[in-house]
């Protein structure tokens, strides 16, 4: 490595110093035309900017993950009925009542995949003083995520997907207070207690053209 933007590459130096964006179809999850979540031990393969032509109502995540504490903010929706990427930034980066991680990072990583699908969402968040951070194999972590995320989704398998949308948004939590790297907090105590100052996004934001 060479040079601090090199080193940038591969270490975040503190809470809310690089966030990693997520944006994947759920290779097991599905909501039938009754609304019933499906799992499926058979991997579907579908792409992001292809899944809205897709016959099959497939499970989406949406995450933001803070690469210093490890912290995320997730939520989910189907790819028949998809939420608004800038909408979920703006929800990921605000204050949150029961959630202390908000704050926009000094840095991005978006995959090559979420831009294809949102070619302006790059423009979208350099609004916001945000830099792009091009993605390293160092910083790819979004299908660890999902495959934590998916473990908690399991109980609710076979279930109405619209009754539970709410508490399926709520699995970050979970994740979230799992033991951080130090072993001695949980990731978000970590973000809690190296967190310096915090910019969130004004409401602006969602209306510049």
Avoid at 27 to 47: N, Q, S
């Amino acid at each position: 490595m060479k040079g601090a933007n090199n080193m940038q590459s591969y270490r975040s130096l503190h809470p809310n110093h690089v966030h990693q964006l997520t944006v994947s179809v759920s290779k097991h999850y599905w909501i039938t035309g009754e609304g019933i979540l499906k799992y499926r031990h058979k991997k579907m393969e579908v792409a992001l900017d292809k899944v809205e032509s897709s016959k099959r109502n497939h499970l989406i995540h949406y995450i933001i993950r803070d690469h210093c504490s490890r912290v995320l903010y997730s939520e989910v929706a189907s790819s028949k009925s998809n939420i608004d990427l800038q909408q979920f930034l703006f929800r990921a980066w605000s204050q949150k009542e029961g959630f202390a991680f908000c704050g926009i990072p000094e840095l991005l990583t978006i995959p090559n995949t979420v831009q294809k699908a949102f070619p302006k969402i790059k423009e979208k968040v350099s609004q916001l003083g945000i830099k792009y951070l091009k993605v390293t194999s160092g910083f790819q972590a979004g299908v660890r995520d999902v495959k934590t995320l998916e473990e908690y989704m399991k109980f609710y398998a076979e279930l109405p997907f619209t009754e539970n949308h709410a508490t399926l948004n709520e699995t970050f939590n979970y994740v979230s207070t799992m033991q951080a790297r130090t072993g001695k907090q949980s990731k978000l105590e970590m973000w809690q207690n190296n967190i310096n100052t915090v910019s969130v996004p004004s409401e602006s934001w969602l209306r510049i053209a």
